[in-house]
């Protein structure tokens, strides 16, 4: 069983940081993409940003230069560095693996909730 956690998430005021952490535990061979996807209050889940094993990187036209990803292969963690944070930024974060267990599989973690405000 492959579980994913995410950490980091909170209250920030409008152009302040956060750092959300996302950890892959359990039976895990492989992990190929690793993403972040937010969802706000009445909208659809939308995608924010992805890494791949090659290292390539994918933004939401909304967030470039702003969030960075990183990826911890040895911790199985993905990492979302967000800056200059703003009110529209507010959603819950999911993180998202594409983890070879006993064969190629999409996980999802259960959210951590950011609040942009002041």
């Known amino acids: 069983q492959v579980q994913l956690v995410e950490s980091g998430g909170g209250l920030v005021q409008p152009g302040g940081s956060l750092r959300l952490s996302c950890a892959a535990s359990g039976r895990i061979f492989s992990i190929n993409a690793m993403g972040w996807y937010r969802q706000a209050p009445g909208k659809e889940r939308e995608l924010v940003a992805a890494i791949y094993s090659g290292g390539s990187t994918n933004y939401a036209d909304s967030v470039k230069g702003r969030f960075t990803i990183s990826r911890d292969n040895a911790k199985n963690t993905v990492y979302l560095q967000m800056n200059s944070l703003k009110p529209e930024d507010t959603a819950v974060y999911y993180c998202?693996?594409?983890?070879?267990?006993?064969?190629?599989?999409?996980?999802w973690g259960k959210g951590t909730l950011v609040t942009v405000s002041s």
């Open positions: 998202m693996m594409t983890i070879w267990s006993t064969g190629w599989v999409d996980y």
